[in-house]
Structures are given as C-alpha cells and as structure tokens.
C-alpha cells in the first residue's frame, strides 16, 4: 500500500522559512516523478514545484526563487524548502506522484505564513 505523509507546516512570520518533508513508503519515490501541491482557502490546488526521475526540477513563477524541492532517495523522501515566505503562501501543501494509471496523495500540511 502505497502512502505519502507530508510534515513540517506550521504558523510562520513572513519573511520566514519553512521545510516541508514528504515520506513514502509502498512506492520508491526514486523511480518516479514528485511534485508538491498546494490549496489556499477557496481557490484551487495548484502546482507549486516538480523533481522529475529524471530532468531539471521546475516551479511555479510566484515561488521561483525562493522555494527548492529536492529529494533524499535513502530516506525516500521529498522536501520543499521555503523561503522569504509571503501570506499568499499560506495553504495546505500536498506531495504527489504518479505511478502507472495510479495517483497518490498525501494528507497534506498547513503553512500559514501570518503576523
């Protein structure tokens, strides 16, 4: 069975800094794309970074700069590093991967970036 349980959210400052972690287990996430999702209150879930099996990582334009995914294949584990946080960050953040006809989902985690 295949799980993806996301940590790391919390309450932060703006300015501040946060990292996310996304632990697989059921699925090695070496051999497959991750991306990290996230869903603010009453929009819809966007894409916010991709680490390809293979490739160049790639983001969103409001985070570039600023967030870095990257991953830890011993530990099979994704991480999204996020910096110089802003409130319009504040959402749930989701880590994905797509494996076959298959799409997981983790629970997700909160940031909320506030004051």
């Known amino acids: 069975q295949v799980q993806l349980v996301e940590s790391g959210g919390g309450l932060v400052q703006p300015g501040g800094s946060l990292r996310l972690s996304c632990v697989a287990s059921?699925?090695?996430?070496?051999?497959?794309?991750a991306i990290w999702y996230r869903q603010a209150p009453g929009k819809q879930r966007e894409l916010v970074a991709a680490?390809?099996?293979?490739?160049?990582?790639n983001y969103a334009d409001s985070v570039k700069g600023r967030f870095t995914i990257s991953r830890d294949n011993a530990q099979n584990t994704i991480y999204l590093q996020m910096n110089d946080l802003r409130p319009e960050d504040t959402a749930v953040y989701y880590c994905?991967?797509?494996?076959?006809?298959?799409?997981?989902w983790g629970e997700g985690t909160l940031v909320t970036v506030s004051s």
């Open positions: 680490i390809p099996r293979i490739g160049l990582t």
């Open positions: 059921g699925i090695s996430l070496s051999l497959y794309d």
């Open positions: 994905n991967t797509i494996r076959g006809p298959r799409n997981y």
